[in-house]
């Protein structure tokens, strides 16, 4: 099956800087979903990004499929970004999604 | 958030009892799945299902059940609860019209299993 690795596994940043979260993946897919797992354990979809980039305020997501990979950029972060960032990918919309372990974000003010 | 919700939010069991996990949806999705998640671990994948009537086992299917007789709710069982089954459990929901619509997330439940 599937595997995805998230990198770095920890990240603490000074509010206001800038990041960027990485997400490995084995095969090749057609479903990839970053999360975020607010400290209130919330999980909020962010992007549906199979390749591509999208972008939502001050967060972006690329997806370069053919080299198995997804970056999360946050820029300008604030406290509230603070959690755990997750990636998952399946093969397709119809298959179960494969999460990586996260990646714990600290932004402190 | 909207539309998926797990009841209930925390419960503590003793080793060997049971007890049932409901997850209900107002989003009219086909797709049902619950997922546990352990510190370090992410979110793996227990049992999940298509459509009403249907389950199918995930990544770590063994000690649970799971029923869909209606197509709003998807319950998961556990018939002797163990210690190592302590974790927090989501429910997500998804479409089968669009292949491309994210996944949607309960709030959780929080077992500890003494």
């Known amino acids: 099956g599937i595997q995805v690795e998230q990198s770095p596994p920890d990240l603490i940043l000074q509010e206001g800087a800038n990041s960027t979260l990485r997400c490995n993946f084995s095969d090749s897919v057609n479903n990839l979903q970053w999360f975020h797992q607010n400290p209130w354990g919330q999980l909020i979809n962010l992007f549906y990004?199979?390749?591509g980039t999208k972008q939502n305020g001050r967060l972006s997501a690329t997806t370069v499929a053919t080299e198995r990979y997804s970056l999360l950029y946050i820029s300008s972060s604030q406290t509230t970004d603070s959690g755990v960032y997750f990636c998952?990918?399946?093969?397709?919309?119809?298959?179960?999604?494969?999460f990586g372990k996260g990646t714990r974000l600290s932004v402190i003010a | 958030n909207a539309g998926v919700t797990q009841t209930p939010k925390f419960r503590v069991l003793k080793t060997g009892q049971s007890m049932t996990l409901l997850c209900a949806q107002d989003m009219n999705h086909e797709y049902m799945y619950w997922y546990r998640q352990d510190p370090g671990m992410g979110l793996r994948l227990i049992h999940y299902s298509v459509g009403e009537g249907t389950t199918a086992k995930g990544e770590v299917p063994d000690g649970y059940n799971v029923s869909r007789l209606k197509k709003q709710n998807f319950l998961l069982g556990l018939e002797s609860a163990a210690p190592s089954q302590t974790s927090v459990y989501f429910c997500?929901?998804?479409?089968?019209?669009?292949?491309?619509?994210?996944?949607?997330f309960g709030d959780g439940t929080r077992l500890s299993i003494l």
């Open positions: 998952a990918a399946a093969y397709s919309g119809n298959t179960p999604l494969v």
């Open positions: 990004i199979p390749s």
């Open positions: 997500a929901t998804r479409t089968a019209l669009y292949s491309n619509q994210p996944q949607h």
